[in-house]
């Protein structure tokens, strides 16, 4: 079992048009056909959207989203239009609500990994290859890899995890011009990001990008660079052959799991609760990353 707790009913706003709920992000289509996404304090794990809400949460993957897209863009445009509130939008939607082009998505959720983790582990360990990609003998969990890769993904419904595929599958699917393209680009954006969190202290262990096309050009859309989608690790506790501690949901994971939480993960019942202590403190690590790689303090 996985999906919502419990689905929120969409927020109507006069003048756009709701399209979506997705497990974080609210979208609507403006009158000027642009796209209107609101980013939640929803929070997933383990396949489930959580009941509980992390305040502020949104505003700083928005925040953040916004921070990294000046940071790449001599590498790749991005979606956004501007930041202002749409008319009549509810005061909550501030800081967490970006006006963009509406893209025609690209079906390839475009992964870069420097180092061994999550799937990727899992299929290495099962044949020394991650995604079609051949490794070599010695990597353990968490290890560097050789040179970062490019380990394309197809997107899963909620609470499915995504597919992962070879580069050559995603070439059968979109073209051969345009998945090399996407591979040129996550793995150039992926670097520079590595480079600059690096410096701050913090391992971005892999990331997840979604593209799309504008006008026949390649755009980059969604959030970037984000705790949701990326592993970040703390640089000075970063020790391969264990799991490392990751800087925003390992504590809601290890409460949901540990007897406290009275909750079996594979039956068929939804998670419950989070105490407030926990919710307090995913908070305080979604602001803490935040100010570790922007170096601002969290207003
Ligand atoms: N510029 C854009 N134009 C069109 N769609 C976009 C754009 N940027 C992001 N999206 C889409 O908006 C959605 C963002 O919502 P969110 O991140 O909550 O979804 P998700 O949980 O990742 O997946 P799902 O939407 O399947 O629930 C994604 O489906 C993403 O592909
Ligand atoms: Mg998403």
């Known amino acids: 079992m996985s999906g919502f707790v419990t689905k929120p009913e969409p ?59 000046d940071r790449i863009a001599d590498i790749v445009p991005n979606h956004v239009i501007s930041t202002e509130l749409p008319a009549g939008a509810p005061a909550d939607w501030k800081g967490r609500t970006l006006v963009c082009r509406s893209l025609e998505m690209i079906p390839v959720e475009c992964v870069a990994r420097g180092y061994l983790a999550g799937s990727g582990l899992t299929e290495y360990e099962a044949d020394r290859t991650v995604c079609g990609i051949a490794l070599p003998e010695g990597l353990e969990n968490s290890s ?13 419904e909620v609470g499915e995890h995504d597919e992962n595929v070879s580069y050559e599958e995603t070439a059968r699917r979109i073209g051969a011009e345009l998945a090399n ?58 020790q391969p052959g264990r799991s490392q501690p990751s800087f925003d949901k390992q504590l809601i994971r ?40 922007t170096g601002t303090t969290w207003a």
Do not use: C
Not at 42 to 61: F, Q, Y
Not at 198 to 227: C, M, N, Q
Not at 266 to 286: C, D, F, N, W
């Open 11 to 69: 927020v109507q706003v006069p003048g756009l048009v709701h399209l979506h709920t997705g497990k974080v992000r609210d979208l609507y289509r403006a009158e000027s056909g642009d796209l209107v996404m609101v980013a939640s304090d929803r929070m997933s794990a383990h396949d489930w959207v959580l009941p509980n809400e992390i305040p502020d949460k949104g505003r700083v993957l928005t925040q953040l989203s916004l921070w990294w897209f």
């Open 144 to 156: 560097e890899l050789p040179a970062p890769i490019y380990t394309p993904a197809l997107k899963a």
């Open 181 to 238: 393209q996407l591979r040129r680009t996550t793995l150039d954006v992926y670097a520079r990001a590595r480079d600059i969190a690096r410096e701050r202290g913090i391992i971005l262990a892999d990331t997840k990008f979604e593209f799309g096309l504008l006008d026949g050009a390649l755009v980059i859309g969604d959030e970037v660079l984000t705790p949701d989608s990326s592993r970040f690790w703390p640089a000075d506790q970063w």
């Open 254 to 293: 290890d409460w949901l799991v540990s007897p406290a939480s009275g909750w079996d993960r594979h039956s068929e019942q939804p998670p419950p609760e989070l105490p407030a202590g926990i919710v307090e403190q995913t908070r305080a690590k979604y602001i803490e990353v935040y100010e570790l790689l």
